[in-house]
């Protein structure tokens, strides 16, 4: 049935002002890695994936440290000066279904946590934005240049350091809701 004039118009406006393609919200992918000795970069974690529902996963190790800090203290000083890195359970972890990857940990003798750089030195996060967290008591210090030597081929976001201190008395929880949403809630451009 041939279409009116009118209709015609109709659709020839309307094909007019929409565009072949459009902005659309598309969820962004994002895995929630983190390791966490007494619970306070946990405890971050679980207030990011909160606001962003992310996939998260616990870095775990082969050989967790012993529940005495003094002890698990001198086997991380001695893993971190030599080298001699902590198996992890699960690895290599594959994050090629991801577009963000966040990755958490504790401030250690001034850089990155021992089960944090082995799951750097294990993962290729070649083409993958990364965004780093850490919790430490007095000062991030070398945590984010050490982070960023071990992980290779990877594009950084700002990073998010917060101190255990605010975090145990509830002033941490600004930082941490300002940071997921300026960093890990853009809406990406979509073809449709
Ligand atoms: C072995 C060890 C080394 C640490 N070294 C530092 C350090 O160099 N600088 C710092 O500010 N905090 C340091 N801390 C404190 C931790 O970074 C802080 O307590 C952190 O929030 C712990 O995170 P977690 O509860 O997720 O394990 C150290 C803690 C431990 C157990």
């Known amino acids: 049935m041939p279409l009116s004039r009118r209709t015609m118009l109709t659709s020839m406006a309307a094909m007019a002002v929409i565009p072949s393609w459009s902005f659309a919200a598309e969820p962004r992918r994002i895995l929630l890695a ?6 306070n ?33 001198e086997r991380s000083r001695h893993e971190l000066e030599s080298g001699e890195l902590p198996a992890l359970l699960g690895y290599p972890y594959d994050v090629s279904d991801y577009d963000l990857i966040l990755v958490g940990g ?9 089960p944090v750089m082995s799951f750097l030195e294990r993962t290729d ?19 984010e240049s050490n982070f960023a030597a071990q992980a290779h081929n990877a594009s950084f976001l700002p990073d998010l350091m917060v101190n255990e201190f605010d ?13 997921a949403s300026h960093y890990l809630l853009k809406d990406r451009p979509r073809a449709l």
Do not use: C
């Open 34 to 39: 983190y390791y966490s000795y007494t619970g």
């Open 41 to 73: 970069t946990r405890s971050v974690a679980e207030k990011l994936q909160a606001h962003v529902g992310a996939q998260l996963l616990e870095i775990k190790m082969a050989d967790p440290y012993p529940s005495d800090i003094r002890k698990a203290t």
């Open 106 to 114: 504790p401030v250690w003798w001034n850089t990155v946590a021992a």
């Open 125 to 143: 996060f070649r083409g993958r934005s990364v965004g780093l967290f850490a919790t430490y008591a007095l000062t991030p210090s070398h945590y």
């Open 167 to 179: 975090l145990a008395n509830g002033q941490a929880g600004d930082a941490i809701t300002s940071w």
